[in-house]
């Protein structure tokens, strides 16, 4: 039995669930997100607590199992709470500033880089060397600060570029001088 399809889901109260021909509808304070339930795999809603079961043990239906309890599960963190994403940057020069809902980048390059975010999506920049991206999908939010990321990705010898908070940059040594 899957071990992530097993695990029973705490529903919130400010999170309603409606479930209509296969997909299942997530909305709370935050907005609202649409899930694909797979055939094969039903739910049961008791006291606020949902559990997951599958038909039979066919290989497509195991794998769907874990896969449709983690994406429910994401959907009511993100209705509820959301997500966020840090990214730092760091270089000489480097920064990043609002320009209304959109992100202005400078990495080096001999020009700025506009960033426009998708719909669910916002930035934020408490200061000019940090970008928040926010929004109630993880998928979405992962999507975006992996786009953000791959524009100026750190190297390996000064550490310069954009890097997600928290990750470690293994160091190069650079090159040696004379024999």
Known sequence: MSRVGKKPITVPNNVQLNFTDGI??????????VVPIADGISFNN???TLTFQRANDDKKVRALHGLSRALTFNAIEGVSNGFQRNLTIEGVGF??????????LTLGFSHPILVIPPSGVEFATPTPTSVQVKGISKHDVGEVAAKIRSIRPPEPY?????????????R??????GK
């Open 24 to 33: 299942l509808t997530v909305k709370g304070p935050k907005g609202t997100q």
């Open 46 to 48: 008791e006291n606020g």
């Open 95 to 104: 920064k990043a500033e609002m320009r209304g809902q959109k992100l202005l």
């Open 158 to 170: 000064k550490g310069k570029g954009v890097r997600y908070e928290g990750e470690y940059i293994r």
């Open 172 to 177: 190069k040594a650079g090159k040696s001088a």
